[in-house]
């Protein structure tokens, strides 16, 4: 099978999206008898649609070399979802450019999407191999043990909160509360919990998978301010409160109609300072938590050039309806990964949560469980914070 | 004059005050004659009231070098302004311990409580010598070059946007707002536009120094956004209205008597979703901004030591009533420095605002002249984001 090749990007850019971007085309660039031309979607689905494609076949290595430290999308990414009007037009304009190699670099609506591309070529005889690359800052597919971009993002988390605590207790003159990114699943706001044992100040941790009563939280911050070492609280952006109504609502949908939560931590900072007589204050670096360049793991980046180049080789091999999926294996802080395929229709719309189990009785930390799985991907802090107020 | 020595830090932390902290516990370690035992104030002016010291004497050399690697304050230090009743029992807690050196490491505030604590001594015949050392994020200082903890936070500032604006850029399906620390000066926010050359995004920047005005504001935005090569917009938390107001206001006061301004980028996001067809979202690194050590530079580091070091060589040499500054060279992208002192009446309670000559003239960007100032204190980005959308 020859003809050319289509790669797109869904949804938010993670820190390492470019990187598996990278592979896909350092791969396909292996492959000069199956694979002619390779475009780009500008702006993922609303390219396919518009049939405006990059054309990247040209561009030299050393300009691809400078993907695996680009943050956001170097093609452009959208937050629009197919729906089924849409589909006659995409295989059209895949038709047009004769792309018998699709790829879809997404979180779980992207493979969804790439599923139903996959199933159209088959319907139509259309001979196109599809595979999908995964991607999420949110952690948040099935089928596959981290997904490129989390572990990134992930660190971002822990070292972000490990240097708020250091804040918190040196001037503990207010609670200090960190909202984190993750709508559903609250995988990157566990992650702000990963150095607790090193913080200076107290930490709680709140995820979206279990609601908050506001009384038990407003007594969980009392006490943990009582014990005059400050705090650190830390939030996932879709928190949820006893009536399962998200703390901070927008009000705001995106393109894939999920509503979009904000401002949970000024809503909590709102609510000590009402009902208490502490002093809060919020921090929401939002999507800076998915383009730090600094907080990129080595780990993150070498999933993420494989999955793009294991992807465009399976393709090549024959294979079609599938997405990338990451074995991982771990020996103590070490982390190795393999790689294989898992049915496409396995993983679209699922969402993977954080494991109840995992979050302590209290309902306000992480337990260890969790740091077993995911300290090898976002490795130690590398900080040695001096603490000279509790003894020299 | 031998005795002992006592050093404080005022107000918020820098990414580098410890880093002073470290230098001037070297150098009192060069002075065994003059300073017997050194002591901090656990947590700034609240320490010297309590008579709750820290004794660093013994402190090994290999620990102290952890210092310059740790945010916030390894001593502790807080937001109290000392007022008259105060200052009788802070000279009896330094007449106590024998305190004949005595260092305030702080911004405008803290000049000002080093000063009167100058006065009095000399009021009262008690020998003290007394020096200031600057540190603020803010850049507010007058008679100084520069302020230690500037060059890191304006560093943190100018590759947030960086990041943020290929992030906007790639997925332009909203104004993307980031809001900056400062309440009355831009120097931070200003920071933010450094890289604007190299942003794949529109950029729009506004100060706490100009008011802006609501109908010209959001029509930046819209002609900005119809570009459509995506548009972040990067915001003082003090930004005034046109009417002197502050555009978000919490209605809360600091210890200082400051307002604390807050959540500007959400209520600029909200203007923009209600009165306009665009979709508009808001980060606010807020604390982040003064604890990320990935950010310190260089040249802010070896300054923060440097004038913590120069202090307590300036005290032991028998001078008082003054604060350490700084005198920047500049030559191209190189900056270098030298330390003289000058008198504490001069800085106390001035605030140094950024030029209004160094903003354009529609209010919404920085002009090249604050580039050749900042440039050589927070270096290049160091960064080559590729960006594939707009040509190969």
């Known amino acids: 099978m020859n003809g050319n090749m289509l790669i797109a990007h869904g949804g938010g850019p993670t820190p390492v999206i470019n990187s598996s971007l990278f592979g896909a085309l350092k791969e396909a660039r292996q492959h000069p008898q199956q694979i002619e031309k390779v475009f780009a979607a500008r702006f993922g689905a609303e390219g396919i649609l518009a049939n405006d494609l990059i054309d990247l076949t040209e561009v ?4 691809l070399n ?3 430290y680009t943050p956001a999308s170097a093609i452009g990414s959208c937050r629009r979802k197919l729906t089924e009007p849409d589909y006659p037009l995409v295989l059209e304009n895949l038709r047009r450019n004769n792309i018998r190699y699709f790829f879809y670099n997404g979180g779980n609506d992207s493979m969804d999407t790439c599923h139903k591309i996959h199933q159209l070529a088959e319907n139509e005889g259309y001979d196109l191999k599809v595979i999908g690359i995964p991607k999420t ?14 572990g990134s993002a992930a660190r971002y988390a822990a070292i972000s909160a490990l240097e708020l605590s250091a804040d918190a207790s040196a001037l503990p003159i207010h609670v200090v509360i960190l909202e984190v990114m993750g709508r559903n ?3 990157l706001t566990a992650a702000s919990a990963l150095y607790k044992d090193e913080m200076h100040s107290n930490l709680l941790t709140y995820l979206p998978e279990l609601p908050i009563e506001k009384k038990t939280f407003l007594n969980d911050v009392k006490s943990a301010m009582a014990q005059g070492r400050g705090l650190l609280v830390t939030v996932s952006e879709g928190l ?8 901070a609502d927008t009000g705001i949908e995106d393109g894939f109609g999920h509503k979009i939560a904000g401002g949970v931590a000024q809503a909590l900072a709102d609510l000590i300072i009402a009902e208490t007589d502490l002093r809060a204050r919020a921090e929401k670096p939002g999507l800076l938590g998915r383009v730090s360049i600094a907080h990129v793991t080595e780990v993150d980046r070498q999933e993420a050039i494989a999955v793009g180049s294991f992807a465009v080789k399976s393709a090549v091999d024959g294979q079609s309806g599938s997405m990338v999926s990451i074995l991982g294996h771990r020996e103590a802080e070490d982390f190795s990964f393999t790689l294989r395929l898992v049915p496409l229709e396995h993983v679209a719309n699922h969402e993977r949560k954080f494991p109840l189990e995992w ?3 209290e309902g306000n930390g992480i337990k260890s469980a969790f740091h077993q799985y995911c300290l090898p991907l976002v490795g ?10 509790e003894g020299t």
Chains 1, 2 share one sequence.
Request: aromatic share 6%.
């Open 137 to 150: 800052i949110d952690n948040d597919l099935v089928d596959t043990d981290n997904c490129p971009g989390f």
């Open 359 to 361: 979050i302590n009785a």
């Open 185 to 187: 699943a609250g995988w």
């Open 66 to 68: 400078n993907l695996v």
């Open 380 to 389: 130690s802090s590398e900080c040695h914070f001096l603490n000279l107020r």
């Open 240 to 247: 949820k409160d006893s009536d399962g109504r998200p703390v």
């Open 60 to 63: 030299p290595e050393d300009k």
